[in-house]
């Protein structure tokens, strides 16, 4: 079945561009997501991109697309310990609403 | 416009109970989704229902039900509990038509735990 990995930790000073990184396996994707979550709360969506899309940028966030690898990565860009959170990746599989999250990269942001 | 509504935030049950979870969705969204999270399982789906129909459905065993109300509202209903299923249960809310049919809006969940 489909399948979405990343990796589960980062750790970058305030300041520096974090960059959390995702592999897909769903060659059919139409949209990917990045949903962030913050602790004891649910999953807001940061942002997402069309599969036609190499590149999106929304203010501090960049999402690079490479759709012959399957790889996504998110650019945070002058990251603050506000941004510290866990951050999943995620891929529509199979019908509407049904999102296949990766295990979640944990943003550990430190002065 | 209020967000996903979801009750009760916290609750503990004793394994073979039942439980029933709800969900108010963004008013003018008829679409709700279910998913389970878990340290081990990380976030997986459960179902999803629109216009009071079951449009799509996870690996959950069959003791994982849900329903949808006229309203929108939705509740998803777990029997025979196990301590497996001790969890943070997420409802999401989509308008439910469209293309871009990955983007949801969250509640902050239920928590579940079972002993």
């Known amino acids: 079945g489909e399948d979405v990995e990343q990796s589960l930790f980062l750790s970058v000073r305030e300041g520096d561009s974090s960059v959390i990184n995702c592999t897909y396996t769903?060659?059919?994707?139409?949209?990917l997501y990045w949903y962030k979550q913050e602790p004891g709360a649910g999953l807001q969506l940061l942002t997402y991109?069309?599969?036609?899309?190499d590149m999106k940028q929304d203010q501090r966030l960049t999402v690079l697309l490479n759709k012959k690898d399957k790889h996504l990565s998110l650019r945070i860009a002058d990251t603050q310990t506000g941004d510290s959170a866990i951050y999943f990746c995620a891929d529509v599989s199979g019908g509407y609403n049904k999102l296949i999250f990766g295990a979640g990269t944990r943003l550990a942001v430190h002065p | 416009k209020a967000g996903v509504t979801q009750t009760p935030r916290y609750l503990i049950k004793t394994r073979g109970q039942q439980v029933t979870l709800s969900c108010s969705p963004i008013?003018?969204?008829?679409?709700v989704s279910w998913y389970q999270q878990t340290p081990g399982q990380g976030l997986q789906f459960l179902f999803e229902y629109f216009s009071e129909t079951q449009r799509n459905k996870g690996n959950f065993p069959g003791r994982f039900s849900g329903r949808q109300f006229s309203n929108s509202r939705s509740e998803m209903n777990v029997s025979t509990l196990e301590l497996g299923d001790s969890a943070l249960y997420l409802c999401?809310?989509?308008?439910?038509?469209?293309?871009?049919?990955?983007?949801?809006?969250f509640g902050e969940g239920s928590r579940l735990t079972v002993l």
């Open positions: 008013s003018g969204h008829r679409s």
């Open positions: 769903d060659s059919s994707s139409t949209y």
């Open positions: 991109i069309f599969s036609n899309m």
């Open positions: 999401a809310s989509s308008p439910g038509m469209g293309g871009n049919t990955g983007e949801l809006f």
